[in-house]
């Protein structure tokens, strides 16, 4: 009897499910209009890498990114919990992609939800962030392509209307077309195999995890006990850790398994970035021939999209055999069209 009264001041008087279910849509961004309006924010913020990011720093990126979402509707002790924090391992004078959202509970919630479970909640919070980042930084390439290629179009036709319809083509905008359409075909498969993995982990894992956790807690007699709480939420935020960053059986979750392709598609995106610079373009001009200006960036791009292409392949060929969850599911959504295991 005790620890149902004890259960119901702490749902009342300190709004237990209130902030558990902030969690669930702060640090496991389940909140869109947020998660996006951060990105932005943090993009903004990649010219200052190099300095150090102090306190203040981390606390106006987060306001601005409240300011800007349905966030600045939310509860005020709920936002103070939340913060934006350099993780101890970081370093010093590490850059804005090594940032990561934190909850901070307070007495006498920081004893009902303990440090461990809190430890869960940022491991997978931080590897979310890692997703929504690639996939921000994926749409940002590709809209720079789709108005690149729009300016290349203009360029031709201006050039085409100079030399008269009977001079020969120009054969470098035909290889600068070539390797903006590689680059933008790679960026578009890049962006389609991270957003289904993260509707995935989004709808399937944690939104079904969380409908399990509120029927375990809700109870046909309104009573419910602190341990029978505490065991439904461990459960809850065991079973989505477990997914994404391994169990304590040694099971790998997406965060091993996608650790590789995170690697090459940050590299996809540097090498595009490169490609498409000021000085690359300048080099190109002032170059005969824009061909062999050309060379060296369209091989680095042309590298990491395949390299990108057979590690999807080998993580589709692993979950397409294993029968855990909804990942047989998942393989069909991003193979729709067979593209990668049609082809070998």
Same mark, same amino acid.
């Given at each position: 009897?005790?620890?149902?009264?004890?259960?119901?001041?702490?749902?009342?008087?300190?709004?237990?499910?209130?902030?558990?279910?902030?969690?669930?849509?702060?640090?496991?961004?389940?909140?869109?209009?947020?998660?996006?309006?951060?990105?932005?924010? *943090?993009?903004?913020?990649?010219?200052?890498?190099?300095?150090?990011?102090?306190?203040?720093?981390?606390?106006?990126?987060?306001?601005?990114?409240?300011?800007?979402?349905? =966030?600045?509707?939310?509860?005020?002790?709920?936002?103070?919990?939340?913060?934006?924090?350099?993780?101890?391992?970081?370093?010093?004078?590490?850059?804005?992609?090594?940032?990561?959202?934190?909850?901070?509970?307070?007495?006498?919630?920081?004893?009902?939800?303990?440090?461990?479970?809190?430890?869960?909640?940022?491991?997978?919070?931080?590897?979310?962030?890692?997703?929504?980042?690639?996939?921000?930084?994926?749409?940002?390439?590709?809209?720079?392509?789709?108005?690149?290629?729009?300016?290349?179009?203009?360029?031709?036709?201006?050039?085409?209307?100079?030399?008269?319809?009977?001079?020969?083509?120009?054969?470098?905008?035909?290889?600068?077309?070539?390797?903006?359409?590689?680059?933008?075909?790679?960026?578009?498969?890049?962006?389609?195999?991270?957003?289904?993995?993260?509707?995935?982990?989004?709808?399937?894992?944690?939104?079904?995890?969380?409908?399990?956790?509120?029927?375990?807690?809700?109870?046909?007699?309104?009573?419910?006990?602190?341990?029978?709480?505490?065991?439904?939420?461990?459960?809850?935020?065991?079973?989505?850790?477990?997914?994404?960053?391994?169990?304590?059986?040694?099971?790998?979750?997406?965060?091993?398994?996608?650790?590789?392709?995170?690697?090459?598609?940050?590299?996809?995106?540097?090498?595009?970035?490169? *490609?498409?610079?000021?000085?690359?373009?300048?080099?190109?001009?002032?170059?005969?021939? =824009?061909?062999?200006?050309?060379?060296?960036?369209?091989?680095?791009?042309?590298?990491?999209?395949?390299?990108?292409?057979?590690?999807?392949?080998?993580?589709?060929?692993?979950?397409?055999?294993?029968?855990?969850?909804?990942?047989?599911?998942?393989?069909?959504?991003?193979?729709?069209?067979?593209?990668?295991?049609?082809?070998?």
């Amino acid at each position: 009897m005790v620890n149902e009264r004890l259960m119901s001041v702490l749902k009342t008087r300190f709004d237990l499910m209130g902030h558990v279910e902030a969690i669930r849509r702060y640090l496991l961004f389940e909140k869109g209009d947020f998660a996006l309006a951060l990105m932005e924010v *943090l993009d903004n913020q990649e010219s200052h890498a190099g300095k150090s990011i102090m306190a203040h720093d981390l606390s106006a990126v987060l306001s601005s990114a409240v300011r800007s979402s349905n =966030a600045q509707h939310e509860s005020p002790e709920r936002l103070a919990a939340l913060a934006l924090v350099l993780p101890e391992e970081a370093g010093h004078g590490c850059g804005w992609d090594e940032v990561a959202l934190s909850y901070n509970l307070s007495a006498p919630l920081s004893y009902v939800v303990p440090k461990h479970t809190m430890e869960k909640y940022f491991a997978v919070s931080r590897f979310l962030l890692k997703l929504k980042r690639i996939e921000y930084a994926l749409h940002s390439v590709w809209h720079h392509q789709m108005t690149g290629s729009r300016s290349q179009l203009r360029s031709e036709d201006l050039l085409k209307r100079r030399s008269g319809a009977g001079a020969p083509p120009d054969r470098s905008l035909a290889a600068v077309r070539k390797a903006a359409r590689e680059s933008t075909i790679a960026c578009s498969e890049m962006i389609q195999f991270f957003q289904q993995v993260q509707r995935y982990l989004s709808l399937n894992v944690i939104e079904g995890a969380w409908a399990k956790f509120l029927k375990a807690t809700s109870g046909n007699s309104g009573e419910l006990g602190i341990d029978l709480w505490n065991a439904a939420h461990s459960k809850y935020i065991g079973s989505i850790h477990d997914v994404v960053c391994g169990g304590r059986d040694g099971g790998r979750g997406f965060q091993h398994s996608l650790a590789s392709i995170l690697g090459t598609t940050a590299q996809f995106i540097t090498a595009v970035k490169e *490609l498409n610079s000021e000085n690359a373009l300048a080099a190109r001009r002032a170059a005969p021939d =824009a061909r062999t200006g050309l060379a060296e960036h369209t091989a680095r791009v042309h590298a990491t999209a395949t390299r990108f292409r057979d590690q999807v392949k080998d993580i589709l060929r692993v979950m397409s055999r294993t029968t855990a969850g909804e990942l047989p599911f998942l393989v069909v959504t991003i193979d729709f069209n067979e593209a990668y295991t049609g082809s070998g």
